[in-house]
């Protein structure tokens, strides 16, 4: 069974300043792992995705995330906050890519403060 | 990508009663997905809707609660059926096939209260 582990439920930064979300994944197979972005009062959007081809992937708004197997990590990162960035961010991870069910970690609030 | 669009965007609904919420797409996908969002959580799927057959149901939940429709590639519906406070979440329907096979996207969500 897949599963997706987001360490840390509130992370806080200052505008400026390195964004590092943290996300684990399990699976069996090889998967294909997810960062979408969920504004207050908002649906979510596809910040980048991971299909076993470049394991640094780039997404939008500055954001990019790196896949290590030997970790089983995808953390996400963004070298400089802004204050646009507040949001609720989740990992996801699928065994087949999106034809199947997404897994969803528990999410991570980030808080970017001047 | 795909556009996503959600009926109605909230509603307020009395116990003992059941709200059906509308999906469509601007463009015909191959899979769309029901999930629900209970206030400060994650995503959690409630079922896949196929086109042409019933819906595929995850574990702990069930059609006589959550009925799913599919008629065409575009559209789909999600009821809450026989409402309880419980109930009360963000339900949100996903696409995907549009952008290639790995590529699913979200409409903004129906933000539902049960009282």
């Known amino acids: 069974a897949q599963s997706v582990t987001q360490l840390g439920s509130h992370v806080s930064v200052s505008e400026g300043a390195l964004v590092l979300l943290r996300c684990n994944y399990s699976?069996?197979?090889?998967?294909?792992l997810f960062w979408y972005v969920q504004y207050p009062n908002q649906g979510l959007q596809l910040l980048l995705k991971?299909?076993?081809?470049?394991?640094l992937v780039k997404g939008i708004n500055g954001f990019e995330a790196e896949f290590k197997k030997s970790e089983t990590s995808f953390h996400l990162t963004k070298p400089s906050a802004h204050m646009s960035d507040a949001a609720e961010y989740f990992c996801?991870?699928?065994?087949?890519?999106?034809?199947?069910?997404?897994?969803f970690g528990a999410g991570t609030r980030l808080a970017v403060h001047p | 990508s795909a556009v996503i669009s959600q009926k109605p965007s909230r509603d307020i609904c009395q116990r003992g009663t059941s709200l059906t919420i509308q999906c469509q797409v601007d463009?015909?996908?191959?899979?769309m997905f029901w999930y629900r969002q209970q206030p400060g959580q994650s995503l959690t799927l409630i079922a896949t809707a196929n086109q042409g057959s019933e819906a595929t149901y995850e574990s702990g939940f069930v059609i006589d609660k959550f009925p799913i429709s599919r008629p065409n590639l575009t559209f789909s519906t999600l009821t809450v059926s026989n409402m309880s406070p419980e109930d009360s979440s963000i339900y949100l329907c996903?696409?995907?096939?549009?952008?290639?096979?790995?590529?699913?996207?979200f409409g903004p969500g129906t933000r539902l209260t049960v009282t």
């Open positions: 699976s069996s197979v090889p998967p294909y």
């Open positions: 996903s696409a995907a096939g549009t952008g290639g096979p790995v590529e699913q996207y």
């Open positions: 996801a991870v699928s065994d087949s890519g999106g034809y199947n069910k997404l897994i």
């Open positions: 463009s015909q996908v191959t899979m």
């Open positions: 991971y299909t076993s081809a470049a394991t």
